[in-house]
């Protein structure tokens, strides 16, 4: 099994960072994992794809719609995967949610099989 779990959320202005955490842990994570994704998923919206990097290699994936002030990166000694958001907009508010899965740079939530409860992310105006 893998556990993820995220922190690193709050309120915040617009404009300003935040830098969430994903923690992962379970026997089989780094056999099971070989890209770890970031999603978010707004009020009465469907979750969508914010951020993927492969485990292995680094190779990072963004949104178009964070491209420029989102960062993905990992810890592979930590079993950690961290997402720094830089010119945080109000749109950006959502629960952010961290997954764990077999797809290189998946894109998709159906891509990943393991999923963090989430952290709350609000940008006000």
């Known amino acids: 099994q893998v556990q993820l779990v995220e922190s690193g959320g709050g309120l915040v202005q617009a404009g300003d960072s935040l830098r969430l955490s994903c923690a992962a842990s379970?026997?089989?994570?780094?056999?099971?994992?070989?890209?770890v994704g970031w999603f978010h998923q707004a009020p009465g919206k469907e979750r969508e794809f914010v951020a993927a990097?492969?485990?292995?290699?680094?190779?990072?994936y963004y949104a178009d719609s964070v491209k420029g002030r989102f960062t993905i990166s990992r810890d592979n000694v930590k079993n950690a995967v961290y997402l720094q958001m830089n010119s945080l907009k109000p749109e950006d508010t959502a629960v952010y949610y961290c997954?764990?899965?077999?797809?290189?740079?998946?894109?998709?939530?159906?891509?990943?099989?393991?999923w963090g409860q989430g952290t709350q992310v609000t940008v006000s105006s």
């Open positions: 997954a764990a899965g077999l797809i290189l740079g998946g894109v998709r939530s159906a891509q990943y099989t393991y």
């Open positions: 379970g026997r089989t994570f780094t056999v099971t994992t070989r890209s």
């Open positions: 990097i492969t485990w292995t290699s680094g190779n990072t």
